[in-house]
Every structure is written in structure tokens, then in C-alpha cells.
């Protein structure tokens, strides 16, 4: 007799899962000592929490919380409109960037189509393109810098989209404006470019990708409020893109899709600039004295440019469970086939201290 | 995408002070495009009984609960999405396996139309008028959908929607939306009973809650006789949510794993999370919501009659009457006097879905409903 489960997407079946940073409550219970003391670097979150005056905005949305939320999000998108130069109508919200990345393969993916993207990309786009039956062409990095050339080179009749992150997580690479314009001066007009800039707010000099959606092109820009502004937790991300491609995307999101009290935090958080600046220095600041320490130490590790590090510790798997005995959680990256390396996100001062202590004691056993 | 590593946790131990010092500190749309500045609120003038919310709000310790939260903003609610799951798995008498969260019951809709509809794994089968965006989904998936016209008593027509159906799915709103009808517990469990497993059967469970008719049961207790089954409920109804977005499934595991890869990594926001997770202590908030809806209901339909207004038995927080005449003006002219009533349902013309606000509310509808009519 068939079963439901033999119609279902045959692809779904062996599916990796996501694995996300170790929670602070957990590590807490196994080590049996207060959560206060747990300090969490592994999820590239903002060290020190939400904007004040998001806060205050979100206080003020509980008291309609009974309602559905706005569907077209008209006051967020506007103000993310007016922020990068563009109208509303090019503006769509997500449930958490990841989500903008989920309609994007729902639109254009169908079975035994192609994604390209880089070797250790954020892994986000290979689940969910194989959700949809794609498979993702994977481009061999040159010391972790991104190979756009290759890239392009790699393109089939088969491919629809192309996913560059720009830094990419976990490596922390980013491509630079000249390489940008190289590869949107050869990539075909009928190939999406989603560059995934979740971490733009972090770089000094960022390549402008924008001024391709102003040009029309086939681009979305992906942004999030999970990172600068601190409300990973509420679930808000957007892309950016010309007016066509927004309404294509559209069609495969919920109406109801980003929650009432995010609409209101991000656009308090957005408005919020000074928060914006303290945390960038908090985190230019916590960077630079991290990579001071990794050299003193010796350890090799890919020069950063947002609120993450990735090092070369040999044993990744060994170290990570040593830091975690010493109450340090970062991030193992065997998932990425990077099994000799650590990411470590930026904390405040303090908690990057305490964790050099705990990774030289480990190191040096 | 969803964390499959379930364990035990307490949530008010992570809401408290050490949580906070660790921190030092598709093909068819349903996004409507563009919205302008829309009213949020029924005191601002307008009345709003259009989208089968709850007046109340959020149970008080949801409200508590959240506000001690805002330190948790910075992190990715991975580890209250499991204490949620487990909280939802007692409460039903299920594993934590069981349970699927959503971004609102209806992203639970949008996974089951995927994973189990399409132009392989089967049609959609659905009852004429009932909750439209499961059949939307299908649609997106290229699904057939079938749609199968209720009872003259407003149920289900099972045997109707069986026959109609291979393989798939076949959604049973109950109480059903927009008729706030229900269909009778013999009929649907022998229903289920009877369908054969390679057809899902899914029930939805929005307004469970307000249904207090003997001839009405909820079917999650079937679940583990039925791997076909599977129940949705939400938290934007009985507990106040809409705006938050929590909803949910409960089905065999295997059922469960299916829609699994569909998940959105963090999917649910961790003010939902912890409001869910408070509302599900406060049995006052689902007693008292209860209650002041009935006596609202009973008001409204009382006067609709003596008015010559025939209800449809209502079984859920909105009433769906015969307005005797087309209901698009009615609605129109309605909005003219500040107060919003349910969109048209087409296969109901000329019946309005009127959703069961507090009592002043309901007299404000019936002032300008009488003036209006
Ligand atoms: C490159 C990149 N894109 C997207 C995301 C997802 O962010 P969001 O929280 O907006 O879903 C992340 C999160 O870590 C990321 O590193
Ligand atoms: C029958 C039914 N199911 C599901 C939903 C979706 O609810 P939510 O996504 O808010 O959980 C609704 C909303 O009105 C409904 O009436």
C-alpha cells in the first residue's frame, strides 16, 4: 500500500539541520553553575542587547498584541525605504532575513535546479534550496576568499540563483567593490544575485550592491535587524530590490509574517543611530583587541571585518567543549567542514576577556 | 532549520535576572501590497469586529512575562521554542516530537498544503465556505483543490469530501470559519476512522476554545491511533496573540517529520514565546474570555433576532448571519460608520461574519447596523 510518505519530497527525507548556537540555559543546567555566568559568543548577536528606545516602542505595542499585525507593514517598510534611498515598494520583510532567503528559493527553485554559492558559505541557502529540490554548486575558495570568477564559470542551464555573503558567516571574507563590479558586469541577466549583507552596518567601507537594484538589475540586498540592532529574538529581516522582483517575492510570503511587536522595535531600533554607533565600537574595539590576542598567541585566524573571528584552534570540537567547562560558548564549525576552526562573536569588553583567559588555559593544556 | 535537541527547561528562570546579567547588559498572493496606515485599535473611534480577534488582549502574566523579556531581544529564541514545545507536549498529553510551532497557525497551514498537496502527493479538498488560505497554499503548490459546499445544517459534508479525495489532504475547519459551525464528533471521528492513511486529515482547531456544544470534541486524542491526523491550534484566538504570531500542530512523529525541513530555522519570535508560554498558566484567561464572549454573543444574537435576523448557531468568538440582502454594500456602508465586519465570503453572499467584540462594541454594531439597514 503506498503511503503518505512515499509522496512526500523524496529530497526532504536526509535533510541536515541547522544547528544553532549552544543556548545559555542549557550550558548553565549541564555545568550545573547560574546562567549569569555563561558567556555566549556563538551566535554573532549583539552583546549588548536591544536598543533602549526599542525597547520602550515594543513596552507601548504589548498593549495591541490582541491584533493582527499590519500585513504591508507600512510604517517599517517605509523607514527602511527612506534609510537605504528607496520607495516602499522595494522593500520586503521576512521572519528573520532567513526567511527572505526561503521565498527566494520558493520562487525561483523548482526540483532539479541549481543554486551556486561559495565553499563554507552560510549554510542557510544550501538547506533551503534542497528543500525545494535544488542542489547547490558549492565554488572552492582561495584562503577563504570567495571566487566570483569561478563562480560565474560554474553556471548551468540549470541555475537561478547566486548567493553571496557579503561578509559571508562563518569566514568573516568579504569581496570588494571591484570584484563586485566584475562579476555584475558578466553574470546573465536571467540569474537572481542575492547578495546577504546581514552584517553591513559592522563594515567601515562597504561595497555599494545597492546601486544595481537602482540600475534594475536582477539583485536583492538582504539585511536584518538580528545584528546592529540587537532583536534577533523578534524575527525581522528584509531585502532590497527593484519593484518586479519585490512583487515576485511577495507572492510566496504570508501576510501576517513579521509580528506586531518587531514592526514596532525595528522601527524604533532603526531610528535609534546612537545605539547603532555605541555597539560598533563596542565591537570595532572587542575585534581589534581579539585579533591582538590570537597573534600574541599565534593562532591563525581570518581577518574580520563585522562582529565575528574565525580561528584556527586544530581540535575545534575539543576546544569548544573545554570552553564550555570554563563558561564560554562559541561556535564549532565541523558542520561547515571547518573542523579544525572556532567562531567566535565579538562580546563586550569584559566577556572577550574572560574568554581569551579560558581559550589560553585550554590551548596551552 | 528547527532544532531537533529537546530537552526540559524552566522558562521563568531564563526570563529572571540571569538570563539578563548574561548579557551584561508559489503563484498566488496573500500579502496584500500596499497597506496604508490601517486603524489598530477599537478605540480610536473605529470598531474593529472584522478579523475574529480578542478583545481582551493578552492574559496579564503574558503581558508580565513579556515585559521582563526585552533583554532576550539580542538572542535567537532557539532554547524557548523547545520550553514552548515542551509546555504544548504536556499540555496535550504528547511528546515533544509531537509538536510543530509556526509563525501563527497559519504558517502550520502553509507546511501541511506543501508538504502534502501538490501536483504529485495529491488534491486538496476543503469545505465551501470555510478558512481559505490552506486551499491558497495548495494552489501555490500546484495542487488540485476540490471544494466541497457544507451541509444545510453548516457541518462538513465528510462523506462528500472523502469521496472527493486521493491521496493528499482534506481540511476540516472546526469550528469552522467563517459559519462558526461545527461538525458533529461521531461524524468526524468515524470520519477519521475511515480514511485511508495515505490521505492526511487535517483538522483545524482555531477556535476550540469557544465551542461548548456536547456535540462537539476536539480530536487530538485520535492522534495516536491516526498517523494521518493531524490538529492545528493557535494562540491568536482564545489567548489574545493575533499580533504576536504563535500557533501549532500536533501529530504522530513521523507526521511531524515531514513538515520538519519546511521549518524556518527560530521561526516564532521570543515575545510570542513567552507569552504562550505565560498564557498557558492562566486557566482564568480561557474561563473568563469564555464567558464574556458568550454573554456579548448571546446579546448581539438576541438583538440580530428580534431584529428578524437569523444566526447560524455560533460555536466560536464571531457570528455569521443572513443579512438578506447582497453583504459588499452592507460592508461598505458599515465602514462608512467606523465600524469593520468580516470580508465576503462567496459562496455566502448574502450572510455577514461578525466578529464577537466586548458589549460595547456589539452595541455600537447594532446602532449603526440599524441605521444602516
Ligand atoms: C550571513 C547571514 N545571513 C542571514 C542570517 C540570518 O539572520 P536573521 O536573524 O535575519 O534570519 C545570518 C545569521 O546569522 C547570517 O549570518
Ligand atoms: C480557522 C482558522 N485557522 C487559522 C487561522 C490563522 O490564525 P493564526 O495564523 O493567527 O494562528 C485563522 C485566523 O483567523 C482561522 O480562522
Known amino acids: 500500500m503506498t503511503s503518505i510518505w512515499d509522496l512526500a519530497n523524496a529530497q526532504l527525507r536526509d535533510l541536515a539541520v541547522y544547528e544553532p548556537g549552544k543556548p545559555i540555559e542549557e550550558t548553565a543546567r549541564e555545568l550545573d553553575v547560574d546562567p549569569a555566568q555563561i558567556i555566549k559568543l556563538a551566535s554573532n548577536e549583539n552583546p549588548l542587547g536591544p536598543s533602549p528606545k526599542a525597547v520602550e516602542a515594543m513596552r507601548a505595542a504589548l498593549g495591541t498584541a490582541q491584533l493582527y499585525p499590519d500585513g504591508g507593514a507600512f510604517y517599517l517598510r517605509n523607514a527602511i525605504a527612506e534609510r537605504v534611498g528607496f520607495a516602499r515598494e522595494n522593500i520586503i520583510l521576512g521572519n528573520g532575513s532567513n526567511e527572505v532567503i526561503e521565498f527566494l528559493c520558493h520562487v525561483f527553485l523548482r526540483a532539479g535546479d541549481d543554486i551556486v554559492t561559495s565553499q563554507y558559505a552560510f549554510i542557510a541557502y544550501k538547506i533551503i534550496a534542497t528543500v525545494f529540490g535544488a542542489r547547490t554548486i558549492e565554488i572552492a575558495t582561495r584562503e577563504f576568499e570567495q571566487d566570483l570568477d569561478a563562480m560565474l564559470a560554474a553556471i548551468t542551464p540549470k541555475t537561478r540563483l547566486i548567493f553571496i555573503a557579503n561578509p559571508n558567516n ?7 567593490q571591484r570584484k563586485i563590479d566584475m562579476y555584475m558586469s558578466r553574470v546573465p541577466e536571467n540569474i537572481v544575485t542575492v547578495f546577504d549583507e546581514a552584517y553591513f552596518e559592522f563594515i567601515d567601507r562597504p561595497p555599494d550592491t545597492l546601486r544595481y537594484v537602482r540600475e534594475g538589475r536582477n539583485v536583492v540586498v538582504l539585511r536584518t535587524f538580528s545584528k546592529i540592532h540587537g532583536l534577533a529574538g523578534l ?131 | 532549520m528547527n532544532t531537533k535537541s529537546i530537552s526540559r527547561r524552566r522558562f521563568a528562570h531564563l526570563v529572571g535576572i540571569g538570563a539578563a546579567a548574561a548579557l551584561v547588559r508559489p503563484r498566488v498572493s496573500f500579502a496584500t501590497e500596499p497597506s496604508p496606515a490601517r486603524s489598530t485599535s477599537s478605540s480610536g473611534g473605529i470598531v474593529r469586529l472584522s478579523a475574529n480577534e480578542n478583545p481582551y488582549g493578552p492574559s496579564k502574566k503574558a503581558i ?30 504528547v511528546s515533544p516530537e509531537q509538536i510543530l510551532l509556526g509563525d501563527g497557525s497559519g504558517e502550520i497551514l502553509k507546511f501541511a498544503a506543501e508538504t502534502f498537496t501538490g501536483p504529485s502527493a495529491g488534491k486538496m479538498v476543503v469545505a465551501d465556505p470555510t478558512f481559505e488560505s490552506i486551499a491558497h497554499h495548495a494552489e501555490v503548490n500546484g495542487a488540485e483543490v476540490v471544494k466541497v459546499p457544507l451541509t444545510p445544517s453548516f457541518a462538513h459534508d465528510l462523506a462528500k469530501m472523502g469521496a472527493a479525495a486521493k491521496d493528499g489532504l482534506i481540511y476540516v475547519c472546526n469550528p469552522n470559519n467563517p459559519t462558526a459551525s461545527i461538525t458533529p464528533k461521531n461524524e468526524l471521528r468515524n470520519f477519521i476512522a475511515n480514511t485511508a492513511r495515505s490521505t492526511i486529515v487535517f ?13 462537539y470534541e476536539s480530536v487530538i486524542s485520535l492522534i495516536k491511533d491516526h498517523p494521518n491526523l493531524i490538529v492545528a491550534r493557535t494562540f491568536s484566538k482564545i489567548y489574545g496573540m493575533a499580533g504576536l504570531r504563535c500557533g501549532y500542530c500536533v501529530a504522530q512523529k513521523e507526521t511531524i517529520e515531514k513538515m520538519r525541513p519546511r521549518v524556518m530555522f527560530d521561526s516564532v519570535n521570543c515575545m510570542a514565546l513567552a507569552a504562550a508560554h505565560a498564557s498557558l498558566q492562566d486557566v482564568d484567561q480561557v474561563t473568563n474570555g469564555k464567558r464574556l464572549t458568550n454573554d456579548a454573543k448571546t446579546f448581539t444574537v438576541t438583538e440580530l433576532d428580534r431584529l ?17 440582502r447582497p453583504v459588499v454594500p452592507l460592508i461598505a456602508a458599515m465602514k462608512q460608520r467606523n465600524v469593520q465586519v468580516g470580508r465576503l ?10 466578529t464577537i467584540g466586548k458589549k460595547s462594541e456589539m452595541e455600537a454594531f447594532l446602532s449603526a447596523f440599524k441605521q444602516t439597514v
Open chain 2, 64 to 93: 508580565e512575562m513579556m515585559n521582563g523579556s526585552y533583554n532576550l531581544c539580542c538572542r535567537y529564541p532557539d532554547e524557548h521554542n523547545d520550553m514552548l514545545i515542551d509546555a504544548l507536549a504536556k499540555l496535550n498529553g
Open chain 1, 170 to 176: 562563518p569566514t568573516g571574507v568579504i569581496s570588494d
Open chain 2, 308 to 324: 428578524g435576523y437569523k444566526t447560524i448557531p455560533s460555536q466560536a468568538n464571531f457570528i455569521m448571519f443572513d443579512c438578506k
Open chain 2, 203 to 215: 483538522v483545524d482547531e482555531a477556535y476550540f476554545h469557544y465551542a461548548d456544544s456536547p456535540d
Open chain 2, 345 to 354: 465570503f462567496p459562496a455566502m453572499p448574502n450572510h455577514m461574519r461578525l
Open chain 1, 235 to 365: 524575527r525581522v529581516g528584509y531585502g532590497i530590490a527593484p519593484n518586479e522582483l519585490i512583487k515576485v517575492l511577495q507572492k510566496a510570503r504570508e501576510p501576517f509574517n513579521v509580528n506586531s511587536i518587531a514592526q514596532t522595535g525595528a522601527l524604533a531600533a532603526l531610528a535609534d543611530v546612537e545605539h547603532q554607533r555605541l555597539t560598533k565600537r563596542v565591537v570595532d574595539e572587542g575585534r581589534a583587541y581579539l585579533e591582538r590576542e590570537f597573534t600574541a598567541m599565534k593562532l591563525r585566524f581570518v581577518p574580520a571585518v563585522a562582529n565575528f573571528i574565525m580561528i584556527h584552534v586544530g581540535d575545534g570540537a575539543r576546544v569548544f567543549k573545554e570552553m564550555l567547562a570554563r563558561k564560554v560558548i562559541v561556535r564549532p564549525l565541523k558542520g561547515y567542514g571547518l573542523a579544525e576552526w572556532l567562531r567566535i562573536s565579538v562580546g563586550t569588553m569584559e566577556q572577550n576577556k574572560k574568554c581569551i583567559a579560558a581559550l589560553k588555559e585550554v590551548l596551552s593544556k
